[in-house]
Nanobody, 115 residues
Framework: VQLVESGGGLVQPGGSLRLSCAASGFTFSSSAMSWARQAPGKGLEWVSGMYSGGSTYYADSMKGRFTISRDNAKNTVYLQMGSLKPEDTAIYYC??????????WGQGTQVTVSS
């Protein structure tokens, strides 16, 4: 199993970014996927999840600003982030979700929101 995130970078407050997570080594189309983040000096925070059937879930602070989606033909899950705030600065990780637990993680991609 391999998960590779990309798309992070430096963005100004109020801006947008789209993160991608390319998956391989398992049947992506039948797998639930999730995003989590870790801000400097803080613990891991769950961001969003998406099941194979298309159901999506978000942490309260991300609702209306973040959108998770997937392209099963490309074995890729995305996180579209908008109205970004400095407190969204973190390393963002994608993970496979199995039985309610994340069993494989990517290496993460840094998102920095700053003017």
């Amino acid at each position: 199993v391999q998960l590779v995130e990309s798309g992070g970078g430096l963005v100004q407050p109020g801006g947008s970014l789209r993160l991608s997570c390319a998956a391989s080594g398992f049947t992506f189309s039948s797998s639930a996927m999730s995003w989590a983040r870790q801000a400097p000096g803080k613990g891991l925070e769950w961001v969003s999840g998406m099941y194979s059937g298309g159901s999506t879930y978000y942490a309260d602070s991300m609702k209306g600003r973040f959108t998770i989606s997937r392209d099963n033909a490309k074995n890729t899950v995305y996180l579209q982030m908008g109205s970004l705030k400095p407190e969204d600065t973190a390393i963002y990780y994608c993970a496979r979700l199995v039985g309610g637990l994340n069993d494989y993680w990517g290496q993460g991609t840094q998102v920095t929101v700053s003017s």
